[in-house]
Each structure stands twice: as C-alpha cells, then as structure tokens.
C-alpha cells in the first residue's frame, strides 16, 4: 500500500472543539455565588465540624452527605503554602514570574489554591495575611476572584472619650503594688542611682530610715489612667503639676486616680483632679492635668 502524498495538497491550521461541561450542583453554587455575590461559600459537616473550600458534596473524613450545608466563610485568610512560578506555559491565567499559593479562608478547615498579587516575590511566606480581590469582569470561574493580596489589616483602636462624651464627675483609676525591680528598672530607665532608692544601708541614714521609690514612679502610673482609660487613646496631655505628699516604699500599691472637674468649652479641653493613694488610704501626692480628649474620626 503506498504512502506518497505527492498528490495531497495539505493546509496547516488548527482544529478548534468548543464545548461545555456541568460542574454540578455544588460546584454551580459556589461558582454562581462568587459571580454574583461578590462570596466564598464552603460547606461544613455537622458531624465532625470541618468545613471544606471548595465545597464537596461528601464528607471526606466521616463521608456524611453535606450537600446543602453552606457556609459565608469569608475573603480573607492566611497562606499555609506557597510555590513561586517562574516558566511560561500557554494554559495559565497570567504571566510568570507569579505566586501561587494555599490560602486557608478564616471560616474554612481547608484551603484554596489561587494567585498572590500585590506581593514582592521575597516576601512571600507562610502565615502571610491575605484577602481576596474579586474580578470587575466576571468568568463565571474560580477567576471571579482576580486573585489574593496582603490585607491592609490595621489594629482596630477604640478611641478613648471625646469632648462631647465626657462628664464633671467621670473618673478613672490604675493599680500597682511597687516591687523592688520596678524601683531598679526606673532606675535604669531615669538614670535616677540616688543610693536613697538603691541602697539600703545609705537610705537607713536618711529621714525615712529605708529606701523609697523615685517619686516619679508612683507618679507615672497616671499615665495609664490618662492614656488609655479616660480620656483614653487619642488623648495629649499639655499640662500636668503634682505636690507630693507622702513616699512610696517599696511594697506599697499605690492606686493613681484621674477625675474630670472642668470642661472649657473654647478650647474643647478639659481639667482633671489627679490624687495618688496608698494601701492604707494615705495621700500619697495630688495635682493637676489639662487633658486634650480624641477627636471623633471622619
């Protein structure tokens, strides 16, 4: 049987196939939520409480049929494992170099594998923080999320009592017994060696007949008190006196205590009555302080 082709003319070009394929009812579900919902659904087992992204119709541990179990879990999460792709192949979705990665979603047990974006390449690791970026156009597919990038988390702070929130008569206090590290560790902070606070056999020579605490230290415990109770976070003291009354020894629990007794209205600032007590009730020192309250953001 002959094989020559001398008489073929041939045509070079490609042969497309189109065609379809049903990802099934859980898969239709969760690719239609991501679509349409801007949402990441997983599916939890009530048996044994896992819950799995992608979202599966069985159970893989306890092989419960979990079918209609759906669960928001959420589009941030953390990277418990990564591979950086450096080579180019025509099938993936952008150009290398790129990070790909296992993102496990705050509200889910196991992860999803997608692209990192928003990232150097040297930084990558495990734990990172990441949160999903939906696509403006959507696929119909996993690439309705774009990709992940690094959250812009930051600390969620409550600030403290505004201007308009605080009252004459609202008060707030801070508690610490006075240990013998404390008085050395101020020491070291101040640069406060006065052998009165540090040396027993010079301070017995002296009017208290032992050593006592910087009388700083025991002042500084208002810091507290002004910084982060009332007015709290956000707060700049401008102005603060204090009268000692009384040493603090080493042992002592000094209560420090700030009250609100004036707001001046012009300047949205407000005065305080600081009083610092021992164990025993004593005065250990009083004052002063102008305090400027946090502004209410936006």
Not at 147 to 157: E, I, N, V
Not at 184 to 209: R, W
Not at 253 to 265: D, L, N, S, Y
């Amino acid at each position: 049987m002959s094989k020559t082709t001398d008489d073929c003319h041939v045509v070079e070009g490609k042969l497309a196939l189109p065609y379809q394929y049903f990802a099934g009812r859980t898969g239709s579900r969760f690719l239609i939520s991501l679509r349409d919902e801007k949402k990441i659904m997983g599916i939890r087992c009530n048996q044994c409480d896992t819950v799995f992204v992608p979202p599966r119709q069985t159970c893989e541990r306890c092989f419960a049929d979990i079918t209609d179990n759906w669960v928001d879990v959420g589009t941030k999460g953390t990277v418990t494992g990564y591979t950086i792709i450096r080579y180019e192949e025509p099938y993936q979705p952008i150009k290398p170099p790129y990070i790909l990665a296992q993102i496990k979603l705050d509200g889910a047990d196991t992860p999803i594998t997608h692209i990192i974006k928003g990232m150097p390449l040297s930084k990558i690791k495990t734990g990172a923080r990441v949160k999903a970026i939906f696509a403006k156009k959507t696929t119909s597919s996993i690439r309705d999320i774009e990709f992940f990038r690094p959250t812009d988390d930051k600390p969620a702070f409550e600030l403290g009592y505004t201007y308009e929130e605080l009252e004459v008569g609202m008060s707030a206090s801070f508690t610490k017994t006075i240990s013998e590290s404390d008085v050395y560790l101020f020491a070291g902070i101040s640069g406060d060696f006065n052998p009165m606070h540090l040396n027993e056999e010079f301070a017995k020579l002296t009017p208290f007949g032992t050593r006592i605490a910087h009388g700083a230290l025991p002042q500084s415990l208002i810091a507290p008190v002004l910084g982060m109770k009332l007015p709290g976070l956000g707060t700049v003291i401008p102005e603060l006196t204090v009268r000692f009354r009384k040493p603090t020894y080493f042992g002592d629990t000094i209560t420090a205590t700030g009250e609100v007794i004036e707001k001046i209205e012009k300047r949205k600032w407000v005065r305080m009555e600081l009083r610092w007590t021992n164990q025993k009730e004593e005065l250990v020192a009083e004052g002063e302080c102008l305090a400027i309250p946090p502004v209410p953001l936006g």
